[in-house]
Every structure is written in structure tokens, then in C-alpha cells.
T-cell receptor, first 114, second 110 residues
Framework: DSGVTQTPKHLITATGQRVTLRCSPRSGDLSVYWYQQSLDQGLQFLIQYYNGEERAKGNILERFSAQQFPDLHSELNLSSLELGDSALYFC?????????????FGPGTRLTVL | QQQVKQSPQSLIVQKGGISIINCAYENTAFDYFPWYQQFPGKGPALLIAIRPDVSEKKEGRFTISFNKSAKQFSLHIMDSQPGDSATYFCAAGAGNKLTFGGGTRVLVKP
């Protein structure tokens, strides 16, 4: 158990809908990362937050947004969903906002868009 | 643009054999090279990591070899066991983030 929690575990929704994925980082970790893992693809970095502020952006679509709250939990909002958004979404946390430190991954949220 | 290229995509090895996974990168700013292991239904977990001032790091049956001049690094799994069957991701870190390779699915046959 990495100490990172993600809810829900599974989410099934329809095209055009909006969903929110939630992540609670490990105790003491201030940095949160979001990744998308599609079938046959690796981990695509979406966005990073550190202590409530956005620090880095990757291949995140304009239909997607995220935020980190004062209690350090983070939410990833996906809107106008398309079939191609079906994927595993992982949240990871680390002590510092750097690519040079271990990231601890949550169990993921499997999103299915029908 | 894939900044970290990983090969092979999949690998089948007999129990007791050696699994070798290779990664290549282009960005010379990368200075942290971890390997993550992912079991089905789970999130990736750090397996072993190396920094570029070292050419090799060994932890148990897992060894990272690093070639800075060639901008390549590899993971060797010695005496592979069925419990090692998983997907392995190399990654390279710089600045604020890690860039992951495409993953290698390893199957160890008993």
C-alpha cells in the first residue's frame, strides 16, 4: 500500500458527461501528479501540483482540469467526455515537486466512457 | 514526442533466466533514472533507481546499467521468477517531472 488513495475505483459514464476523480496524497507529501494510462500506452503525464499551486503541465487536454485543495487532496475534472478518454487515471505524490524524487502511485481510477 | 524509448514491448523468459529491458533518452538534462514495476490492477511502484554519476546499481536480483555517453540505461532481472511477471517502466527525471517509457510486459514461465 503506497499510502495514496484514489476514488472512485471504477467509473462508467457516457460521452459528453463530466466526471471528477479524487486523490489523497501520502501523509506529508505536498506534490501531486496526475497520469493517464491508456491501453497499449505508457504513463502520460497530465499535470502536477505542489502545495496548492500548479507546477507543471504535460499532455493535458483543455477539457481536463485539476486543482489541489488546502488539505492537499487533489481532483481531476474531465468534461465533454469522449470514447478515447477511457483509460486508467493514476495519481502519484512525492515529498518535493521534482522529477528527481520517488513518486508513490495510487491504485488508479478506471474510467470507461460508453 | 517520446523522449524515453523503451524496448522490447514484451518479453517471455523461463524461470531462472535473465530479463533485459532497455531504454534510451535524448534530453541530457535528465539526471534521475528510476524503474517502476506494475502488477495488473495496481499502480506502478518504484523498483530501483540510479543517478548518472554511477554506471551500475544492484539491488537483489535487479540491476540497472547506465551508459551516459550513449544515453542509454537498462534493467537486468537475474534468476527471473514467476512473481516477477509484471509490466516494467523506465523513466527519466528532470525539473518538475518524470518522463516514462512505453513499458515492457514481462512474463516469466515456470
Amino acid at each position: 500500500d503506497s499510502g495514496v488513495t484514489q476514488t472512485p475505483k471504477h467509473l462508467i459514464t457516457a460521452t459528453g458527461q463530466r466526471v471528477t476523480l479524487r486523490c489523497s496524497p501520502r501523509s506529508g507529501d505536498l506534490s501531486v501528479y496526475w497520469y493517464q494510462q491508456s491501453l497499449d500506452q505508457g504513463l502520460q503525464f497530465l499535470i502536477q501540483y505542489y502545495n496548492g499551486e500548479e507546477r507543471a503541465k504535460g499532455n493535458i487536454l483543455e477539457r481536463f482540469s485539476a486543482q489541489q485543495f488546502p488539505d492537499l487532496h487533489s481532483e481531476l475534472n474531465l468534461s465533454s467526455l469522449e470514447l478515447g478518454d477511457s483509460a486508467l487515471y493514476f495519481c502519484a505524490s512525492s515529498v518535493r515537486p521534482s522529477g528527481r524524487y520517488e513518486q508513490f502511485f495510487g491504485p488508479g481510477t478506471r474510467l470507461t466512457v460508453l | 514526442q517520446q523522449q524515453v524509448k523503451q524496448s522490447p514491448q514484451s518479453l517471455i523468459v523461463q524461470k531462472g533466466g535473465i530479463s533485459i529491458i532497455n531504454c534510451a533518452y535524448e534530453n541530457t538534462a535528465f539526471d534521475y533514472f528510476p524503474w517502476y514495476q506494475q502488477f495488473p490492477g495496481k499502480g506502478p511502484a518504484l523498483l530501483i533507481a540510479i543517478r548518472p554519476d554511477v554506471s551500475e546499481k544492484k539491488e537483489g536480483r535487479f540491476t540497472i546499467s547506465f551508459n551516459k555517453s550513449a544515453k542509454q540505461f537498462s534493467l537486468h532481472i537475474m534468476d527471473s521468477q514467476p512473481g516477477d511477471s509484471a509490466t516494467y517502466f523506465c523513466a527519466a527525471g528532470a525539473g518538475n517531472k518524470l518522463t516514462f517509457g512505453g513499458g515492457t510486459r514481462v512474463l516469466v514461465k515456470p
